[in-house]
């Protein structure tokens, strides 16, 4: 069975600009959740999508967004991009867990590096 | 400029030892627990994990214990080898479906 995947792997933009990432989950996954990775702040999780709807969401503003696609496969997508922007932006991928309290082991891919200039 | 970022603990162990990584978690609400390796330019890939009704679970050269009454997580590797070098995270689970928070991590090196 192939792992997540994301797309690109390497990005360069400037500030200001706007980036769309993308991610296929593991086939029959319905979770798909995102995590910003930076030397300053570790892991930090970003928002998780089931069945199309974003149900979970961390502490970041407004700029990043996300959804979720009908076969699974989800987007984030960044506005007026800051240097503190620049990071690994990791996907991560689980079987359905209907509840808030049903964890499922996730899975991830291999990250899309971003670099704001 | 220069970015400041976490200090990475270190662990240096000699090939063929047994080594503890240890986390001290912060929400005594979460149920479950979960370890983690990543390697330089990959995603974090699972290990162990273990719920919060458990002190104990071992896998395959792994072990975790976890002893909630300090909320310390510890992850024991036997045998260690060169390809177990990567940086090791701690994480935890407290409901909110599957958003996992994060430890920085623990750096492991391997000597050979």
């Known amino acids: 069975k192939a792992g997540v995947t994301q797309t690109p792997r390497y990005l360069i933009k400037t500030r200001g600009q706007q980036v769309t990432l993308s991610c296929s989950p593991i086939s029959g996954h319905r979770s798909v959740s995102w995590y910003q990775q930076t030397p300053g702040q570790g892991l930090q999780f970003l928002f998780e999508?089931?069945?199309?709807?974003?149900?979970n969401k961390g502490n970041f503003p407004g700029r990043f967004s996300g959804r979720q696609f009908s076969n699974s496969r989800s987007e984030m997508n960044v506005s007026t991009l800051e240097l503190g922007d620049s990071a690994l932006y990791l996907c991560a991928s689980s079987p359905a867990a209907t509840g808030p309290s049903s964890y499922n082991e996730q899975f991830f891919g291999p990250g899309t590096r971003l670099t704001v200039l | 400029g220069e970015s400041v970022g976490l200090h990475l603990p270190t662990l240096s162990v000699q090939e063929g030892d047994n080594s503890i990584i240890n986390c001290a978690y912060s929400n005594s609400a979460s149920d479950y627990f979960i370890w983690y390796k990543q390697e330089s330019g990959k995603g974090p890939q699972f290990i162990i994990d273990?719920?919060?009704?458990?002190d104990k679970r071992q896998g395959q050269r792994v072990t975790v214990l976890l002893n909630k009454t300090v909320k310390h997580l510890s992850l024991q590797i036997a045998a260690t080898q060169p390809g177990d070098s990567a940086v090791y995270f701690c994480?935890?689970?407290?409901?909110?479906?599957?958003?996992?928070?994060f430890g920085i991590g623990t750096k492991l090196q391997v000597i050979p």
């Open positions: 994480a935890e689970n407290s409901g909110g479906y599957q958003k996992v928070t």
């Open positions: 273990i719920r919060s009704n458990m």
């Open positions: 999508y089931f069945s199309e709807t974003q149900r």
